[in-house]
């Protein structure tokens, strides 16, 4: 593990610590505060009581005045209300009782003879208030009055409880918040220390990635976070940049404000680019172009934005390098086609010299056939070395340049009209080169038997696509046709039309030979 992760580890740790005393000492000040809540409500209940029962001891004393009797005492007493465990009595002053409530009336002796209340009656106090246990163990508040100037003790007295009976409930009330407060507490602070440890955890796998750099930011610039790979592209380590400004490390100056206006923007409510290409500098001052992809966290106040970075320049580099690879290569494209061609005239050439010195008109025939069939081939090479692409050539180029070359040495006076309809399109030149030297054939075949001589004619010529699997190549001519034993067994056409069948099975064509009057043929070949 490295020092950073450790050190995030010992932050992680030390701030779940901190929230952890935070929160004891609030429950623990929540807990003083409800402790003191309940003391005062307390004090105040039992001052209530205190009163009640006062005012009950000076009502006996006021009755003591007007009493005959004490049988008329012991009515007075026992009219009094009962709430509670309440009780009233009257004794002499040595504590003898002389009246009292009927209520438990068995015990009351035992309970006005406690030691607390025989202290009071042989004490110089006239009034006190004690808290005695009761003779039931249950705590009463007692209020007692001595009467000197008629030897008489009144007291009243009541169960504390009857004082707090709300209190169990305010108690269990406020327990039961107390309770709550502290489960949803712990649970906040295990949701939170879940959701530290997956944010650590995240960080660790984002620091792994070495090969993008990812930072993160306040909108006002001031870096939070900064990986291992941002250290590699910008020079500057994550202790150098953490917590200062991003835009006076890797910002180049005059770039200041538009860094920041994005930033806002993006922070904004608005709508704003989630990617822009910017020209930054390192720690050395060299430019560096990346692409800059941001992620918003808006659910955090200040929001934060993470950047990934793309560093362009290599891309750019490698981009410059291939076009130059691909500049060579067709400069060498150029000069092969180019040589190919020029070997082909000179073969060519060659053959028509040698074909115009042979007495044998039938080997000096032949020798022609062969020119016309390199010629068709030297206009191929001619096509893809004036084309930008050495893969496609253009069938209308094509057919037209071979058109021309075949006219001009089989037809110099233009004694056959040829009426030809190409449709344009770019075709491996693979795929044309097998229905140029058929055309090559037809051509040749139809100077030689269809106008042989001065004898002038038509023909016409149609290439095109049925549809976009199917290549089309249509010839016809006005002359006399095929004999009948080309039409029916492809026999007596000599090597031309041997060659032509061959060439179509190579394309996998249809191949089509009729009389219409003129002969013709249609070649129906897939495009790949």
């Given at each position: 593990m490295s020092d950073t992760t450790n050190c995030e580890t010992i932050v992680t740790f030390v701030s779940s610590a901190t929230r952890t005393r935070y929160f004891v000492g609030f429950m623990l000040l929540l807990a003083g505060l409800l402790l003191a809540d309940l003391y005062r409500y307390r004090q105040h209940r039992l001052e209530v009581l205190k009163n009640?029962?006062?005012?009950?001891?000076?009502?006996?004393?006021?009755?003591l005045a007007d009493a005959d009797d004490f049988g008329a005492l012991q009515r007075v007493v026992e009219?009094?209300?009962?709430?509670g465990m309440s009780i009233y009595g009257i004794t002499d002053a040595t504590g003898k009782v002389l009246a009292r409530h009927p209520f438990q009336a068995d015990a009351v002796d035992r309970y006005v003879n406690d030691r607390q209340l025989a202290e009071f009656v042989a004490g110089p106090e006239l009034v006190a208030d004690l808290i005695l246990p009761g003779f039931d163990h249950v705590p009463r508040y007692v209020h007692i009055k001595k009467l000197p100037q008629i030897g008489f003790i009144v007291y009243s007295a009541d169960t504390v409880d009857s004082a707090l009976g709300s209190m169990s409930q305010r108690i269990l009330m406020l327990g039961l918040l107390y309770v709550l407060i502290l489960v949803g507490g712990i649970g906040l602070l295990r949701a939170q220390n879940r959701l530290e440890k997956s944010e650590s955890r995240l960080r660790r796998i984002i620091d792994t990635i070495d090969d993008i750099p990812i930072q993160g930011?306040?909108?006002?610039?001031?870096?939070?976070y900064w990986n291992k790979a941002s250290e590699t592209l910008y020079g500057w380590t994550a202790d150098e940049v953490v917590g200062r400004n991003a835009y006076d490390l890797v910002v180049p100056e005059d770039m200041r404000a538009d860094v920041a206006a994005q930033a806002e923007a993006f922070?904004?409510?608005?709508?704003?680019?989630?990617?822009?290409?910017?020209?930054?500098?390192?720690?050395?001052?060299?430019?560096?172009t990346v692409k800059s992809h941001y992620i918003l966290i808006d659910d955090r106040e200040p929001k934060e934005i993470y950047n990934l970075d793309v560093h362009l320049d290599p891309l750019i580099e490698a981009r410059m390098r291939i076009e130059q690879l691909l500049e060579a290569k067709n400069m060498l494209l150029r000069e092969v086609h180019h040589r190919i061609k020029n070997n082909m005239t000179t073969i060519s050439s060659l053959l028509y010299l040698q074909a115009d010195a042979m007495d044998d008109r039938k080997a000096a025939t032949a020798l022609l056939d062969a020119q016309g069939r390199i010629t068709n081939m030297m206009t191929?090479?001619?096509t893809l070395y004036r084309s930008e692409n050495f893969l496609e050539v253009s069938t209308r180029t094509y057919f037209s340049d071979l058109l021309g070359q075949i006219g001009s040495t089989l037809d110099p006076t233009g004694r056959v009209r040829i009426e030809a309809d190409i449709e344009d399109r770019l075709l491996d030149s693979k795929r044309l080169l097998?229905?140029?030297?058929?055309?090559?054939?037809?051509?040749?075949?139809m100077y030689k038997y269809a106008f042989p001589g001065d004898k002038s004619g038509s023909a016409s010529l149609r290439f095109g696509f049925p549809?976009?699997?199917t290549m089309r190549l249509e010839f016809r001519d006005d002359g006399p046709g095929f004999p009948d034993n080309v039409l029916n067994d492809h026999t007596g056409g000599g090597f031309g039309l041997l060659l032509v069948h061959m060439l179509a099975e190579q394309l996998g064509a249809e191949l089509v030979l009729e009389n219409t009057p003129g002969a013709g043929f249609r070649v129906t070949a897939p495009i790949g």
């Open positions: 009640r029962l006062t005012l009950a001891a000076d009502f006996l004393e006021h009755t009219q009094l209300p009962r709430t930011y306040y909108a006002d610039g001031t870096v939070l922070a904004g409510p608005g709508e704003s680019a989630t990617s822009r290409v910017w020209t930054l500098k390192n720690r050395a001052g060299e430019r560096v191929l090479y001619n097998p229905l140029g030297m058929m055309l090559n054939e037809w051509l040749t075949n549809n976009e699997h």
